[in-house]
């Protein structure tokens, strides 16, 4: 059987070498923000949308909604917008250990 490493035992090391701990953190939040825009262009699609119908309904260009749909703009109030152009909305939770609040009444007003 061979025997690799733990991850806690080398971890620090991984860090370092890849910018520390900020440029992880960054790199976790565009690889979510990628990840997010990638799923709400493939609800896009699957509704049969163009982005050119979803910019006409956020009053915005079809660049923007690209960017949206790249992870280059992923604020809450541009996701919402997007999200209520597809016909949906936008639930915000807080969490506090095992205490879970659904918050509702996002500001859709900036793109």
Do not use: C
């Not at 059987?1 to 860090?15: A, E, H, Q």
């Not at 699609?45 to 910019?55: E, F, I, R, Y």
């Not at 917008?81 to 500001?107: E, H, K, P, W």
Request: glycine share 8%; hydrophobic share 35%.
């Amino acid at each position: 059987m061979t025997n690799f490493p733990k991850w806690s035992d080398i971890r620090t090391d991984i860090v370092a070498s890849s910018g520390g701990e900020e440029a992880v953190t960054e790199v976790r939040r565009r690889s979510q923000a990628y990840i997010d825009a990638y799923r709400l262009a493939e609800r896009r699609k699957t509704l049969g949308l163009s982005q050119t119908d979803v910019a006409d309904r956020m009053g915005v260009t079809k660049s923007r909604v690209s960017q949206i749909e790249r992870g280059e703009v992923s604020t809450v109030e541009t996701i919402a917008r997007y999200v209520q152009a597809l016909g949906g909305q936008i639930q915000i939770s807080a969490v506090f250990g095992d205490d879970l609040y659904i918050l509702r009444g996002t500001d859709t007003h900036a793109a």
